[in-house]
């Protein structure tokens, strides 16, 4: 309520007050004048109608079950990367590195690769040649129980 709408009842309540005292004093005044002027004060009472709410009850579509529940994701783009091998170097060593440098991966040669699905490790595989291209054949697949262990 603003200092204004304040002034104004406050206004309202004096000038009441004044014409109550114009008639009687205040030596004369009961508790009947107090009552009517506080009925004669309070607005008429206006009645609002509630009507009742209903809310249809959330149903899933019927849809027929199988391959539709697997389709709305199979479009989704995921990062596969095939790790060869790790290491850790100083910056002085990475600007020493040059054509022809050879790097030393903490793996040993025949040991399994990983394969990560979005940074996730979810296979380990070996190297083959397919059509002059590499490729990784999987040789073990990371099961769901192993890769929650890993998360924590």
């Given at each position: 309520m603003e200092q204004n709408e304040i002034d104004a009842l406050l206004q309202g309540v004096t000038s009441e007050t004044e014409?109550?005292?114009?008639g009687k004093k205040d030596e004369e005044l009961t508790w009947d004048d107090v009552e009517q002027e506080m009925t004669l004060?309070?607005?008429?009472?206006?009645?609002?109608?509630?009507?009742?709410?209903?809310?249809?009850?959330?149903?899933?579509?019927d849809a027929p079950k199988g391959n539709m529940e697997l389709d709305f994701i199979l479009d989704i783009p995921l990062s596969l990367t095939v790790e060869l091998g790790r290491c850790r170097m100083l910056i002085s060593e990475l600007l020493q590195l040059g054509q022809g440098s050879v790097v030393e991966l903490a793996k040993l040669a025949g040991e399994p690769m990983d394969v990560f699905v979005n940074n996730r490790l979810i296979a380990r595989g070996e190297v083959v040649v397919v059509n002059?291209?590499?490729g990784v054949r999987l040789t073990d697949i990371i099961s769901p129980a192993e890769r929650v262990n890993k998360l924590g």
């Open positions: 014409g109550l005292k114009a004060s309070k607005g008429p009472v206006v009645k609002a109608e509630i009507s009742e709410v209903s809310f249809q009850e959330i149903r899933k579509p002059e291209k590499f």
